[in-house]
């Protein structure tokens, strides 16, 4: 079983920060791209920001020079800071990773946490 904990939403003014962090745990043997996904009311999910194993990182337009992704391999977590938030950033959002366990590798989901930015 693998299980990714997040945690750290909340609500916050625009303009504010919020950094959320996400733990994997379980019988993990690997993981690959661990990254943040976002899904606001009456939208598809989308992808906000996701990590390597070794450290690249590819962000969405709407997160570039905004939100900082890490992790941390040896703690199977991977965080989001989030600066210059936007009443358009409102969302649940959801790490996700993709673990191998045992001797198969699939992608887990997190529970998601809410973000809510006011104006």
């Known amino acids: 079983q693998v299980q990714l904990v997040e945690s750290g939403g909340g609500l916050v003014q625009a303009g504010g920060s919020l950094r959320l962090s996400c733990a994997a745990s379980?019988?993990?043997?690997?993981?690959?791209?661990m990254g943040w996904y976002r899904q606001a009311p009456g939208k598809q999910r989308e992808l906000v920001a996701a990590i390597t194993s070794g450290g690249a990182r590819n962000y969405a337009d709407s997160a570039k020079g905004r939100f900082t992704i890490s992790r941390d391999n040896t703690k199977n977590t991977v965080d989001i800071q989030m600066n210059s938030l936007e009443p358009e950033d409102t969302a649940v959002y959801y790490c996700?990773?993709?673990?191998?366990?045992?001797?198969?590798?699939?992608?887990?989901w997190g529970q998601g946490t809410q973000v809510t930015v006011s104006s």
């Open positions: 996700n990773a993709d673990v191998v366990a045992g001797n198969k590798g699939h992608g887990y």
């Open positions: 379980g019988n993990i043997f690997s993981i690959g791209v």
